[in-house]
T-cell receptor, first 112, second 120 residues
Framework: DSGVTQTPKHLITATGQRVTLRCSPR?????VYWYQQSLDQGLQFLIQ???????AKGNILERFSAQQFPDLHSELNLSSLELGDSALYFC???????????FGNGTRLTVT | AQTVTQSQPEMSVQEAETVTLSCTYD???????LFWYKQPPSRQMILVIR??????QNATENRFSVNFQKAAKSFSLKISDSQLGDAAMYFC?????????????????FGKGTHLIIQP
C-alpha cells in the first residue's frame, strides 16, 4: 500500500459529461501529481501541485483542470468528456523536491 | 524535450533465470534521475529502483540492479533469480533534478513499457 488514496476506483460516464477524480496524498507529502495512462499515449504527466500551488503542467487538455486544497488533497476535473478520454488516471505524491513519487491505484475512467 | 525509449515490448524468461530490460533516453541535462517502475495486473505503479545521474555507482535493490551508462544514455534493469511475482509491465522513467521537482519539474517522462512474462 503506497498510502496514496484515489477515489473512485472506476467511473463510467457518457460523452459530454463532467467528472471529478479525487486524490489523498500520503501523510506528510506536499506534492501531488496527476498522470494519464492510455493505450495510445502511454503514461503522460498532466499536472503537479505543491502545497496548494500549481508547479508544473504537462500534456493537460484545456477541458481538464485540477486543484490542491488546504488539506493537501487534490481533485482532477474532466469536462466535456470524449471517448478518447477513457484511460487510467493516476495520482502520485511526494514529500517535496527530488524525492521519489508514490502512486495511488488509479481511477479507471470509461467514457461511452 | 526528454524522451525515453524501451525497445522491447515484451520479454519472456524462465523462473529463476536472469533477464535484462533495456531503456535509452535523450536529454541535454547533466543532472537528472532515472527510475524503473513495475505495474502488475493490479495496475499499481511500484517504484523498483532509482538512479541519480551524478552517482556513477549503479543502484541495486535486492534482486534488481541497473546498468547505468551515462555517456550512452542507457539505463537497463537486470532482474536476477526471476520469480513469478515479477511478472508485470516495467516502465523506465526520467525526471529532471531541480528546485521545483518532486520527481521532476515536468514530472516523470515514461517509456512505453516492457511486458515481462515469467515462465514457470
Amino acid at each position: 500500500d503506497s498510502g496514496v488514496t484515489q477515489t473512485p476506483k472506476h467511473l463510467i460516464t457518457a460523452t459530454g459529461q463532467r467528472v471529478t477524480l479525487r486524490c489523498s496524498p500520503r501523510s506528510g507529502d506536499l506534492s501531488v501529481y496527476w498522470y494519464q495512462q492510455s493505450l495510445d499515449q502511454g503514461l503522460q504527466f498532466l499536472i503537479q501541485y505543491y502545497n496548494g500551488e500549481e508547479r508544473a503542467k504537462g500534456n493537460i487538455l484545456e477541458r481538464f483542470s485540477a486543484q490542491q486544497f488546504p488539506d493537501l488533497h487534490s481533485e482532477l476535473n474532466l469536462s466535456s468528456l470524449e471517448l478518447g478520454d477513457s484511460a487510467l488516471y493516476f495520482c502520485a505524491s511526494s514529500v517535496g523536491p527530488d524525492t521519489p513519487l508514490h502512486f495511488g491505484n488509479g481511477t479507471r475512467l470509461t467514457v461511452t | 524535450a526528454q524522451t525515453v525509449t524501451q525497445s522491447q515490448p515484451e520479454m519472456s524468461v524462465q523462473e529463476a533465470e536472469t533477464v535484462t530490460l533495456s531503456c535509452t533516453y535523450d536529454t541535454s541535462e547533466s543532472d537528472y534521475y532515472l527510475f524503473w517502475y513495475k505495474q502488475p495486473p493490479s495496475r499499481q505503479m511500484i517504484l523498483v529502483i532509482r538512479q541519480e545521474a551524478y552517482k556513477q555507482q549503479n543502484a541495486t535493490e535486492n534482486r534488481f540492479s541497473v546498468n547505468f551508462q551515462k555517456a550512452a544514455k542507457s539505463f537497463s534493469l537486470k532482474i536476477s533469480d526471476s520469480q513469478l511475482g515479477d511478472a508485470a509491465m516495467y516502465f523506465c522513467a526520467y525526471s529532471e533534478r531541480g528546485a521545483n521537482s518532486g520527481g521532476g519539474a515536468d514530472g516523470l517522462t515514461f517509456g512505453k513499457g516492457t511486458h515481462l512474462i515469467i515462465q514457470p
